[in-house]
């Protein structure tokens, strides 16, 4: 490793300021003696020490003595950089000295909130304080660079929470790109048939939505699409998304469904388990997602279709669409976008009961999920909004299951908060449909939001039973007559406290909600975090509940945690105000950590280009080197860490001043 | 006197013993203990549970409690029959048989049983024939428990026993094992001094 | 791969029969498995209620015989009362979880000369057949196979619980797939691993007896004419009290409840003495029996 030793600049005046913090420092770390002690280090001018040196008076303190002792560097011995590196850098600004001249020790969250022994921690304040006295030896004025932002977003997602989102920024002015999975925007909220706790029919409330997306003149409603690749930073994505083929030409389809009727593909076993309808019914490979499908264009199956798959059909399909608008040619097409914000919102998907095979999922007929009675309800699913068995028949007794998949160590430990609701929900529309006698099984009642008690309150008046007690098994084992031909669900009722056994026709599972299938692709795409659980990690769980580590990308909805319609819209709406927040300021302030190649050390041996996460490095074929893109630069770290010359180096962060500090630490601790 | 019966239950915190529940989550498997959401899978799923005066879900919770004395007083604990249901459908992976046999080994300990119980005696007698003999000798260590709770059945389950003889299934001669007694022995004593010095002093 | 076969206490005993049968089957198959030697009790779920570490050392013995029978070559224990074999997974598995337990119980055997590594593999009989044997040797010898048998497998809980390793813990059917392997109709039920009463048939009557009775009553309801059973303690507790609980419970249980192995001896032609066929409180009239 070559290392080129070069000598520190001589007019150094470095001033150290070593804070109290309140007592927050000063009662474990003697704050007087550290000060004495940084007197003496070698190009320390002044040193002081203050009660709070973030405060004004403190920043004064500092600002007085760049003005008047000439100090030229400035070391701050106080609390994290996260908290207060920017305030004392500005203050330092603002003073006429380079913000970078500026460096911060780390002697609360590292020292006295840590150490236990005052002698120690102050011995260990003292060797931080001389480690950054050294490295400052090595600070280069570097500039911020400013970039500007691209004023389009990008929301990836068409569900209730993109939906809103992309409106409120469209309304904005801003210019959106709102791609979708799905043939069709709406998401889950299309499939429920009412809204808890108003009663509100979902469709209502969301198709005007649907429709004011398709209409703006702002918003480009890419649905049957799918981000592929995200490059650049933020204020600054390159976008490419993938518009897959329809088969069917979106501006001449009106939605007539001629082609539906006339696909040869009539018999039910080979036609496919209809998406929308949760299997509950089949559809043809040429289909309309559903009724009020935005856009209300058909979508060609290409895993169905006999003409796709085998190139042999009669093509009624064709023959029967009065306005030419099938067309087996189509391909997928690929559209690179630039973008300033991206929001994310891809929702989520429901628990698979099967997972669960006490409950009987899948081997018992009668027993259905939550998703499928809302489409059992609804008035344009499967049976007409007729909520019977799979024989035709109205069941006469219900039971309905709470905490399927959710608050269980085996599946997923957290709590999936809209169950509850939903469960009730379903409780109450049983009745209404069917005067069946209703029992609810849950665990704990979580009805806790605006009107949700109440509603609560409205069920129970209503007459459904309520027992408390989780579920272990549903069962066709009939320990008497009347329980023979029943499902049985067995039951401690904990409240009453006895054991019980209930016979029912139906059954329903109130499932929780999971992250979507490919969410760690989607992370991997955007280059954000999960947590444990899988869904998408915001910045901070109470303050930054919208953003995510990655800057310029946001999250709204389910994606990040189970949640209703109410707190989802609300998220879409903080996610749209940061992301406005960001393209109406224009610019992005790049911190000056990136790397660069010292030309003459290069060999040109390309172990560093690979090694790139952000593609930021190329090779010069002319010079035989690499050069490093300013603008792509994350400032990792890799390259430098991986160059076996030394050429790479990274600003803020260079080989001097990192061997400085560790010099100073080790000679003083 | 008028002929409603009634009776006062209320209990005061200072008969509450909150170590119990502290010693129970400290023995193996009864870690989880205070995750407890009292849901009553474990119950709804034991196929006893109806016998029992307290279900597991009580137990567990009059156990994290400090209710010591009903719980040791409960059939609960005797009517276990180690299925392994419970905690296998337990929502938060409670060691609930686990639980109930520190709890087992709580009530011999302090031979807090009721009269006659076969169970205790059982598992002592079981012991007892595994320390002599290596085995555990079935039909000579039932007679024996028989014989100190319910002598009578002796008489009523004679017919079971000569038909299981008649059939070679069950002898009054002793079985042994074919060796290594001796060390058998060793390592129990061995288990015992070694628990007394890994006790603190 | 050595294998050592842990009879337990009850197969010497009360379920002769089903030593009997599998040592008939494996020597069918010409799969050798000689006996632990110096092999103690396991400590079932008796000694646990009162000293759980003791109970757990008497396990562990077993453990540590194996190993030394087999030098360095792995050794699979096989154990087929459900029983033993819970115990001894259990106390391999406490051993490594329970830093006391470990400790306690290493040092034990230490002091008695025994030597421990817990690198056994304790099997059930019915995972050595279907996945180390497989069903397809075991089809080739059937020449009688089971027509008209209508079997409700019986797993019992010890098996699949806690430890399901290598059949289902909801739904198994390793013993439905070898069963009907040998030409038998295993029959659809659900109460394959619901409790028998265990032990309680002997010390709590009403509560051990009327468990087992729900398994013979909805086994036949289902339409089986035979059971077949994979533990001592469940086959004893089905079949031997059939009497007491006709009487019991006001309804006639007349079935025969044998050990899938007998079933298995029998397809492959084995005599009845030989399988243990004639320690049966309930006769299997014939392998076709039809009740």
Same mark, same amino acid.
């Given at each position: 490793?070559?290392?080129?030793?070069?000598?520190?600049?001589?007019?150094?005046?470095?001033?150290?300021?070593?804070?109290?913090?309140?007592?927050?420092?000063?009662?474990?770390?003697?704050?007087?003696?550290?000060?004495?002690?940084?007197?003496?280090?070698?190009?320390?001018?002044?040193?002081?020490?203050?009660?709070?040196?973030?405060?004004?008076?403190?920043?004064?303190?500092?600002?007085?003595?760049?003005?008047?002792?000439?100090?030229?560097?400035?070391?701050?011995?106080?609390?994290?950089?996260?908290?207060?590196?920017?305030?004392?850098?500005?203050?330092?600004?603002?003073?006429?000295?380079?913000?970078?001249?500026?460096?911060?020790?780390?002697?609360?969250?590292?020292?006295?909130?840590?150490?236990?022994?005052?002698?120690?921690?102050?011995?260990?304040?003292?060797?931080?304080?001389?480690?950054?006295?050294?490295?400052?030896?090595?600070?280069?004025?570097?500039?911020?660079?400013?970039?500007?932002?691209?004023?389009?977003?990008?929301?990836?997602?068409?569900?209730?929470?993109?939906?809103?989102?992309?409106?409120?920024?469209?309304?904005?002015?801003?210019?959106?790109?709102?791609?979708?999975?799905?043939?069709?925007?709406?998401?889950?909220?299309?499939?429920?048939?009412?809204?808890?706790?108003?009663?509100?029919?979902?469709?209502?409330?969301?198709?005007?939505?649907?429709?004011?997306?398709?209409?703006?003149?702002?918003?480009?409603?890419?649905?049957?699409?799918?981000?592929?690749?995200?490059?650049?930073?933020?204020?600054?994505?390159?976008?490419?998304?993938?518009?897959?083929?329809?088969?069917?030409?979106?501006?001449?389809?009106?939605?007539?469904?001629?082609?539906?009727?006339?696909?040869?593909?009539?018999?039910?076993?080979?036609?496919?388990?209809?998406?929308?309808?949760?299997?509950?019914?089949?559809?043809?490979?040429?289909?309309?997602?559903?009724?009020?499908?935005?856009?209300?264009?058909?979508?060609?199956?290409?895993?169905?279709?006999?003409?796709?798959?085998?190139?042999?059909?009669?093509?009624?399909?064709?023959?029967?669409?009065?306005?030419?608008?099938?067309?087996?040619?189509?391909?997928?097409?690929?559209?690179?976008?630039?973008?300033?914000?991206?929001?994310?919102?891809?929702?989520?998907?429901?628990?698979?009961?099967?997972?669960?095979?006490?409950?009987?999922?899948?081997?018992?007929?009668?027993?259905?999920?939550?998703?499928?009675?809302?489409?059992?309800v609804?008035?344009?699913?499967?049976?007409?909004?007729?909520l019977?068995?799979?024989?035709?028949?109205l069941p006469k007794v219900v039971?309905v299951?709470?905490?399927?998949?959710?608050?269980?160590?085996?599946?997923?430990?957290?709590?999936?908060?809209?169950?509850?609701?939903?469960?009730l929900k379903m409780a109450h529309l049983i009745k209404e449909r069917t005067g069946a006698e209703v029992f609810n099984?849950?665990?704990?009642?979580?009805?806790?939001?605006?009107?949700?008690?109440?509603?609560?309150?409205q069920i129970l008046s209503e007459g459904v039973q309520?027992?408390?007690?989780?579920?272990?098994?549903?069962?066709?084992?009939?320990?008497?007559?009347?329980?023979?031909?029943?499902?049985?669900?067995?039951?401690?009722?904990?409240?009453?406290?006895?054991?019980?056994?209930?016979?029912?026709?139906?059954?329903v599972?109130?499932?929780?909600?999971?992250?979507?299938?490919?969410?760690?692709?989607?992370?991997?795409?955007?280059?954000?975090?999960?947590?444990?659980?899988?869904?998408?990690?915001?910045?901070?769980?109470?303050?930054?509940?919208?953003?995510?580590?990655?800057?310029?990308?946001?999250?709204?909805?389910?994606?990040?945690?189970?949640?209703?319609?109410?707190?989802?819209?609300?998220?879409?709406?903080?996610?749209?105000?940061?992301?406005?927040?960001?393209?109406?300021?224009?610019?992005?302030?790049? =911190?000056?950590?990136? %790397?660069?190649?010292? @030309?003459?050390? *290069?060999? /040109? #041996?390309? &172990? +560093?280009?690979?090694? $790139? !996460?952000?593609?930021?490095?190329?090779?010069?074929? =002319?010079?035989?080197? %690499?050069?490093?893109? @300013?603008?792509? *630069?994350? /400032? #990792?770290? &890799? +390259?430098?860490?991986? $160059? !076996?010359?030394?050429?790479?180096?990274?600003?803020?962060?260079?080989?001097?001043?990192?061997?400085? @500090?560790?010099?100073?630490?080790?000679?003083?601790? | 006197?008028?002929?409603?019966?009634?009776?006062?239950?209320?209990?005061?915190?200072?008969?509450?013993?909150?170590?119990?529940?502290?010693?129970?989550?400290?023995?193996?498997?009864?870690?989880?203990?205070?995750?407890?959401?009292?849901?009553?899978?474990?119950?709804?799923?034991?196929?006893?549970?109806?016998?029992?005066?307290?279900?597991?879900?009580?137990?567990?919770?009059?156990?994290?409690?400090?209710?010591?004395?009903?719980?040791?007083?409960?059939?609960?604990?005797?009517?276990?029959?180690?299925?392994?249901?419970?905690?296998?459908?337990?929502?938060?992976?409670?060691?609930?048989?686990?639980?109930?046999?520190?709890?087992?080994?709580?009530?011999?300990?302090?031979?807090?049983?009721?009269?006659?119980?076969?169970?205790?005696?059982?598992?002592?007698?079981?012991?007892?024939?595994?320390?002599?003999?290596?085995?555990?000798?079935?039909?000579?260590?039932?007679?024996?428990?028989?014989?100190?709770?319910?002598?009578?059945?002796?008489?009523?389950?004679?017919?079971?026993?000569?038909?299981?003889?008649?059939?070679?299934?069950?002898?009054?001669?002793?079985?042994?094992?074919?060796?290594?007694?001796?060390?058998?022995?060793?390592?129990?004593?061995?288990?015992?001094?070694?628990?007394?010095?890994?006790?603190?002093? | 791969?050595?294998?050592?076969?842990?009879?337990?206490?009850?197969?010497?005993?009360?379920?002769?029969?089903?030593?009997?049968?599998?040592?008939?089957?494996?020597?069918?198959?010409?799969?050798?498995?000689?006996?632990?030697?110096?092999?103690?009790?396991?400590?079932?779920?008796?000694?646990?209620?009162?000293?759980?570490?003791?109970?757990?050392?008497?396990?562990?013995?077993?453990?540590?015989?194996?190993?030394?029978?087999?030098?360095?070559?792995?050794?699979?224990?096989?154990?087929?009362?459900?029983?033993?074999?819970?115990?001894?997974?259990?106390?391999?598995?406490?051993?490594?979880?329970?830093?006391?337990?470990?400790?306690?119980?290493?040092?034990?055997?230490?002091?008695?000369?025994?030597?421990?590594?817990?690198?056994?593999?304790?099997?059930?009989?019915?995972?050595?057949?279907?996945?180390?044997?497989?069903?397809?040797?075991?089809?080739?010898?059937?020449?009688?196979?089971?027509?008209?048998?209508?079997?409700?497998?019986?797993?019992?809980?010890?098996?699949?619980?806690?430890?399901?390793?290598?059949?289902?813990?909801?739904?198994?059917?390793?013993?439905?797939?070898?069963?009907?392997?040998?030409?038998?109709?295993?029959?659809?039920?659900?109460?394959?691993?619901?409790?028998?009463?265990?032990?309680?048939?002997?010390?709590?009557?009403?509560?051990?007896?009327?468990?087992?009775?729900?398994?013979?009553?909805?086994?036949?309801?289902?339409?089986?004419?035979?059971?077949?059973?994979?533990?001592?303690?469940?086959?004893?507790?089905?079949?031997?009290?059939?009497?007491?609980?006709?009487?019991?419970?006001?309804?006639?249980?007349?079935?025969?409840?044998?050990?899938?192995?007998?079933?298995?001896?029998?397809?492959?032609?084995?005599?009845?003495?030989?399988?243990?066929?004639?320690?049966?409180?309930?006769?299997?009239?014939?392998?076709?029996?039809?009740?």
């Amino acid at each position: 490793m070559i290392m080129q030793k070069k000598a520190p600049p001589e007019d150094l005046r470095i001033g150290v300021y070593v804070c109290h913090c309140g007592a927050n420092i000063a009662s474990k770390v003697n704050v007087e003696s550290t000060r004495d002690f940084a007197q003496k280090l070698p190009g320390v001018a002044v040193a002081r020490d203050y009660k709070f040196a973030c405060s004004d008076p403190g920043q004064e303190l500092i600002q007085n003595d760049i003005r008047e002792l000439g100090i030229n560097r400035v070391v701050v011995a106080s609390c994290s950089p996260q908290l207060h590196e920017k305030t004392f850098r500005k203050a330092c600004a603002d003073a006429g000295l380079s913000p970078f001249y500026c460096q911060m020790a780390n002697i609360r969250e590292h020292v006295s909130w840590v150490t236990s022994d005052p002698v120690l921690a102050t011995r260990k304040a003292k060797a931080l304080v001389a480690a950054a006295v050294r490295r400052l030896a090595w600070a280069k004025a570097l500039e911020t660079k400013r970039v500007d932002v691209h004023p389009d977003v990008l929301v990836v997602g068409g569900g209730i929470a993109g939906i809103h989102a992309a409106l409120l920024l469209a309304n904005a002015g801003k210019k959106v790109f709102l791609v979708e999975r799905e043939p069709t925007i709406g998401g889950h909220m299309a499939q429920f048939d009412k809204t808890f706790p108003t009663m509100d029919c979902a469709a209502c409330i969301l198709t005007p939505k649907m429709s004011d997306v398709k209409n703006h003149p702002n918003i480009h409603m890419w649905t049957y699409s799918e981000v592929e690749e995200v490059a650049g930073f933020t204020g600054n994505f390159k976008v490419t998304v993938r518009r897959k083929a329809r088969y069917v030409k979106e501006k001449l389809c009106v939605g007539c469904n001629d082609c539906v009727e006339a696909c040869v593909l009539k018999k039910d076993k080979v036609q496919v388990p209809d998406e929308f309808n949760v299997g509950l019914s089949r559809r043809k490979a040429v289909y309309m997602p559903f009724p009020q499908a935005t856009p209300a264009c058909v979508v060609i199956d290409p895993e169905q279709c006999l003409q796709l798959m085998k190139g042999k059909c009669a093509q009624t399909c064709v023959e029967a669409c009065e306005r030419a608008a099938i067309d087996f040619d189509q391909t997928d097409e690929l559209i690179e976008i630039d973008v300033g914000a991206i929001i994310i919102a891809t929702g989520y998907k429901v628990f698979d009961a099967r997972r669960i095979p006490q409950y009987g999922y899948g081997r018992f007929t009668n027993v259905y999920t939550t998703l499928e009675i809302e489409r059992l309800v609804n008035a344009s699913g499967p049976t007409g909004g007729e909520l019977i068995l799979r024989d035709g028949t109205l069941p006469k007794v219900v039971g309905v299951v709470h905490c399927v998949g959710s608050r269980d160590r085996r599946f997923n430990p957290y709590c999936s908060n809209v169950c509850c609701m939903g469960a009730l929900k379903m409780a109450h529309l049983i009745k209404e449909r069917t005067g069946a006698e209703v029992f609810n099984f849950y665990v704990d009642m979580r009805t806790a939001f605006k009107g949700y008690e109440e509603f609560y309150d409205q069920i129970l008046s209503e007459g459904v039973q309520f027992v408390r007690g989780r579920v272990a098994e549903v069962t066709d084992w009939a320990m008497t007559e009347e329980e023979k031909g029943k499902l049985i669900i067995r039951v401690e009722d904990t409240l009453v406290g006895v054991a019980r056994r209930i016979p029912v026709d139906m059954v329903v599972l109130a499932v929780g909600l999971e992250p979507q299938a490919d969410a760690p692709e989607i992370q991997r795409c955007f280059n954000i975090s999960c947590s444990n659980e899988g869904f998408f990690l915001e910045r901070h769980p109470k303050l930054g509940p919208v953003s995510t580590f990655t800057d310029g990308i946001f999250l709204a909805g389910a994606c990040q945690g189970p949640k209703d319609i109410p707190e989802t819209v609300a998220q879409a709406g903080a996610a749209a105000a940061e992301a406005l927040s960001l393209v109406d300021r224009g610019f992005v302030e790049i =911190e000056p950590n990136t %790397a660069w190649i010292d @030309e003459d050390v *290069c060999s /040109g #041996c390309k &172990t +560093c280009i690979p090694l $790139c !996460p952000f593609k930021a490095i190329k090779r010069d074929e =002319e010079r035989g080197i %690499a050069v490093i893109n @300013e603008a792509l *630069c994350k /400032g #990792c770290g &890799t +390259c430098v860490a991986a $160059c !076996p010359s030394g050429a790479a180096q990274q600003n803020l962060f260079t080989d001097e001043q990192i061997y400085e @500090e560790i010099e100073g630490v080790l000679s003083y601790a | 006197m008028s002929g409603l019966k009634i009776s006062r239950r209320i209990r005061y915190q200072e008969e509450l013993d909150l170590d119990f529940g502290k010693e129970v989550a400290a023995a193996p498997g009864g870690e989880d203990l205070y995750k407890c959401i009292q849901c009553g899978t474990c119950s709804s799923t034991c196929p006893v549970s109806v016998y029992m005066d307290q279900t597991p879900r009580r137990i567990i919770a009059m156990t994290r409690a400090g209710f010591k004395d009903d719980v040791l007083a409960s059939n609960t604990i005797w009517l276990c029959s180690s299925c392994y249901s419970c905690s296998v459908e337990c929502p938060k992976s409670l060691r609930i048989t686990d639980i109930m046999y520190a709890l087992k080994q709580k009530a011999i300990a302090e031979k807090v049983y009721p009269k006659n119980l076969p169970i205790p005696v059982l598992a002592k007698e079981f012991f007892r024939s595994v320390m002599k003999t290596g085995r555990s000798n079935e039909g000579r260590t039932v007679a024996r428990v028989w014989l100190k709770t319910n002598p009578m059945k002796i008489l009523t389950q004679a017919g079971l026993g000569l038909k299981l003889m008649r059939r070679g299934r069950m002898s009054m001669k002793t079985e042994r094992m074919s060796s290594g007694h001796d060390q058998m022995r060793r390592l129990l004593d061995a288990v015992e001094a070694a628990r007394a010095s890994r006790r603190p002093h | 791969m050595k294998y050592l076969y842990y009879p337990g206490c009850s197969l010497k005993g009360s379920s002769r029969g089903y030593e009997e049968s599998i040592l008939a089957v494996f020597g069918r198959l010409q799969f050798p498995m000689e006996e632990l030697d110096g092999w103690n009790c396991c400590g079932a779920t008796a000694y646990m209620a009162v000293d759980e570490v003791k109970a757990l050392a008497l396990a562990a013995r077993n453990l540590a015989l194996a190993e030394d029978s087999a030098g360095s070559e792995p050794v699979s224990l096989v154990a087929p009362c459900n029983s033993c074999y819970l115990v001894l997974s259990k106390v391999q598995r406490y051993m490594q979880e329970f830093d006391e337990i470990g400790r306690t119980i290493s040092q034990a055997m230490r002091q008695a000369g025994l030597r421990y590594r817990g690198d056994v593999h304790v099997r059930h009989p019915l995972d050595v057949l279907i996945n180390d044997i497989g069903i397809d040797a075991i089809r080739q010898q059937v020449v009688e196979p089971l027509k008209g048998s209508k079997v409700a497998c019986y797993y019992g809980c010890q098996m699949v619980r806690p430890y399901a390793t290598f059949d289902d813990q909801y739904n198994p059917t390793t013993m439905d797939d070898l069963l009907a392997a040998m030409g038998a109709e295993p029959v659809p039920w659900p109460l394959k691993t619901r409790c028998c009463g265990g032990s309680l048939t002997g010390t709590i009557e009403k509560a051990g007896l009327r468990l087992s009775y729900i398994l013979l009553r909805e086994a036949k309801e289902r339409g089986a004419n035979v059971i077949a059973t994979c533990c001592p303690l469940c086959q004893f507790n089905l079949e031997c009290y059939q009497r007491q609980m006709s009487a019991m419970f006001g309804s006639e249980v007349d079935i025969p409840v044998v050990y899938f192995s007998q079933l298995i001896g029998k397809a492959m032609g084995i005599d009845d003495r030989a399988l243990g066929l004639n320690r049966l409180f309930v006769p299997l009239k014939s392998a076709s029996a039809a009740v």
